[in-house]
């Protein structure tokens, strides 16, 4: 079975800031699939960022950009340069392998202060 | 190519009643996904479908819930006589293939509202 970890309910910092969101996950898959997803006030899901477990190299999107450590089994996200719009509710995901689905995080609420 | 239409994106029930929750995916797509979120909470999955198969509900409560993703027409969720636990959003997802090695796109959601 997979679990997400993620143990930062809630967060805020100041715009323009660095901020580092923390995910753990399990699985026994040896093929799978991380993903950072962000809910706005609008409530609409939307992927930030994947990583395949089989790629050493962190993926990055603009001013996103993820830790990878497969042996620890951690998946953080770095927001870099943080602007008002990134205000929102933050899931880490964990997918792939023979079961398919995608499971998800308690998730992280994040505010951007002006 | 429109996104995931999911409809209606409000619905009130009255306890007792049947809710049913649709989902188009966009075009392409054959496989889908259904998500529960609770206030406060990530999404729990609920079941997965491809075209008229059920591929995997483990995360669909064995009573009152069925899924449905015809050969035609929209994927449905329903929840026969609706309780006030059952109030929630639920989100659809459709992606073109099997697992996570493409992308799911996930609808605006249903918020269902059970008085």
């Known amino acids: 079975a997979q679990t997400v970890t993620q143990s930062q309910p809630e967060m805020s910092v100041q715009e323009a800031e660095t901020v580092t969101l923390s995910c753990t996950y399990d699985?026994?898959?040896?093929?799978?699939?991380l993903f950072w997803y962000k809910q706005p006030p609008s409530r609409q899901m939307i992927l930030v960022i994947r990583q395949e477990a089989y790629k050493q190299q962190n993926a990055t999107e603009n001013r996103f950009s993820v830790n990878f450590q497969k042996a620890a089994k951690s998946f953080s996200l770095k927001i870099s340069d943080s602007q008002l719009g990134d205000t929102a509710m933050y899931f880490c995901?964990?997918?792939?392998?023979?079961?398919?689905?995608?499971?998800f995080g308690k998730g992280t609420r994040l505010h951007i202060l002006p | 190519n429109a996104g995931v239409m999911q409809n209606p994106r409000h619905l009130v029930r009255r306890r007792g009643q049947e809710a049913r929750l649709r989902c188009s995916p966009m075009?392409?797509?054959?496989?889908v996904y259904w998500y529960r979120q609770l206030p406060e909470e990530g999404l729990k999955f609920m079941v997965y479908?491809?075209?008229?198969?059920?591929?995997?509900e483990s995360g669909m409560p064995k009573e009152r819930f069925s899924a449905e993703f015809p050969k035609e027409g929209p994927s449905i969720l329903r929840i026969q006589q609706v309780v006030r636990g059952d109030s929630a959003a639920y989100f659809c997802?459709?992606?073109?293939?099997?697992?996570?090695?493409?992308?799911?796109?996930f609808g605006q959601g249903t918020r269902l509202t059970v008085v």
């Open positions: 479908l491809q075209k008229e198969n059920i591929i995997d």
């Open positions: 995901a964990s997918g792939g392998g023979r079961d398919d689905k995608i499971i």
């Open positions: 075009k392409g797509h054959s496989h």
């Open positions: 997802a459709s992606s073109p293939g099997r697992g996570a090695n493409t992308e799911a796109f």
């Open positions: 699985t026994s898959e040896s093929n799978y699939y």
